[in-house]
C-alpha cells in the first residue's frame, strides 16, 4: 500500500512539473516573468515574507502575448512546409545526394549571437573569456586568458577553462530540436589557433534517461601559425567523456549520429596564459573514402578458433 502511494505521488508531480513547462513556454511572453515566480518555492535563507499575494504580482502584457503568438505561428507554418517539401526544407533526392552542408559560418553579429561563451567564472574561477568577428569580418574570434587558480572556497580542487557553445536549435512553441546528420561521417572545420589543444563537443540527448549527460569530445590541435588550418574529425573519432556512464576496451562507446543535440569548444590545458581560436566555418562532409565505424580495436572475450 505504501509503495503504490509513493508512485501515485511521484506520477502526480510528474504531471504537475509537466503542466508548467507548457504553461511557462505559452504563457511566458503574455505574463512576462511572473509566472516563473509564480511556480517558484524557493527563498534565500533570511528573507523576508513577501506582503502581496503571488497573483497580485502578475504584470499581464496582452500585446506581447499576442506577438508572441503570431511569432510562434508563423514559425509553425514554416515548419509544417518544409516537412510537406522534404527533409531539411529540400527535395527528397537533393537530401539523398547531399556530400557536404555548412552549418555555421561567421559573417556578422547575428552569426555570433547563435554561440554563447561560459568559463571557470561561473564556479568562482578568474578565467576571462570574449568572442567577437575577426579581421574584415570573415571569422569568429574566440579568446582570453586562462587561469587555473581555484577558488578559495574549501571545496573546488581544479579550475581553469573557457568554452563555446552552440545554442541548441529550438521549434515553434518551445519544442526541442535535434540536428540530422545521419547522411555525413565527418565534421569538417576551418580554423587557426595559437598552437594549444582544444577539445571539441559534441552533446547529444538521447532516448534512455541513463545517457541524457553523454558528451562526446575529440582532442583538436592547432598548429599556431599564421595560415588556416582544415581539419577533418571522423564521427569514430569522437570518444564517450565519464559523465554517467563508463567505457573500457571490451565495452566501447561510440557516438549515435541520429541524437545530436548541438557542438561546442573547450579549452583547458592546464597552462596559464592567454590564447585565441579563429573560426571560419564549421561544416560536415560524406567522405565516401572513410569507411571505418569505430576507431578503437575491439577484443572478443571468447573468440572462436
Known amino acids: ?5 509513493r508512485l501515485l505521488t511521484s506520477a502526480q508531480l510528474h504531471v504537475k512539473c509537466c503542466r508548467h513547462k507548457v504553461l511557462h513556454s505559452l504563457l511566458g511572453p503574455l505574463l ?4 516563473s515566480k509564480l511556480y517558484s518555492s524557493y527563498k534565500r535563507p533570511g528573507s523576508q515574507p513577501e506582503k502581496n499575494l503571488s497573483w497580485q504580482n502578475i504584470d499581464f502584457s496582452f500585446k506581447k502575448g499576442i506577438d508572441a503568438l503570431k511569432t510562434q505561428l508563423s514559425m509553425l507554418r514554416k515548419e509544417t512546409k518544409d516537412y510537406l517539401i522534404g527533409p531539411g526544407g529540400r527535395p527528397f533526392n537533393q537530401y539523398m545526394l547531399e556530400q557536404t552542408r555548412v552549418l555555421w559560418e561567421f559573417r556578422s553579429q547575428e552569426d555570433l ?8 567564472v561561473e564556479i568562482g574561477g578568474k578565467s576571462e573569456v570574449y568572442l567577437k568577428l575577426g579581421r574584415n569580418n570573415q571569422a569568429a574570434l574566440l579568446y582570453g586568458t586562462l587561469n587555473t587558480e581555484a577558488p578559495r572556497d574549501g571545496e573546488t580542487k581544479y579550475s581553469g577553462y573557457c568554452s563555446m557553445r552552440a545554442k541548441p536549435p529550438v521549434g515553434s512553441f518551445a519544442r526541442k530540436k535535434y540536428y540530422d546528420w545521419s547522411n555525413f561521417n565527418s565534421l569538417y572545420l576551418r580554423v587557426r589557433g595559437d598552437g594549444r589543444a582544444w577539445m571539441v563537443n559534441i552533446y547529444t540527448d538521447p532516448y534512455f ?7 562526446y569530445n575529440y582532442f583538436m590541435f592547432t598548429r599556431g ?8 574529425i571522423p564521427f569514430s573519432k569522437f570518444f564517450l567523456s565519464s559523465r554517467g556512464r563508463v567505457q573500457d576496451d571490451q565495452h566501447p562507446i ?3 549520429k541520429a541524437s545530436f543535440l548541438t557542438l561546442g569548444f573547450t579549452i583547458g590545458d592546464k597552462v596559464d596564459g592567454p590564447f585565441q581560436l579563429e573560426i571560419d566555418f564549421i561544416g560536415l562532409l560524406n567522405d565516401r573514402a572513410h569507411t571505418e565505424e569505430f576507431a578503437y580495436e575491439t577484443y572478443e572475450k571468447n573468440p572462436q578458433i
Open 225 to 232: 601559425g599564421p595560415y588556416w588550418e582544415e581539419i577533418k
Open 209 to 215: 534517461s541513463h545517457q541524457k549527460d553523454d558528451l
Open 113 to 120: 549571437n547563435k554561440w554563447v561563451i561560459s568559463s571557470d
Open 1 to 5: 500500500m505504501a509503495l503504490t502511494l
Open 254 to 256: 561510440w557516438l549515435d
Open 32 to 35: 512576462s516573468d511572473s509566472m
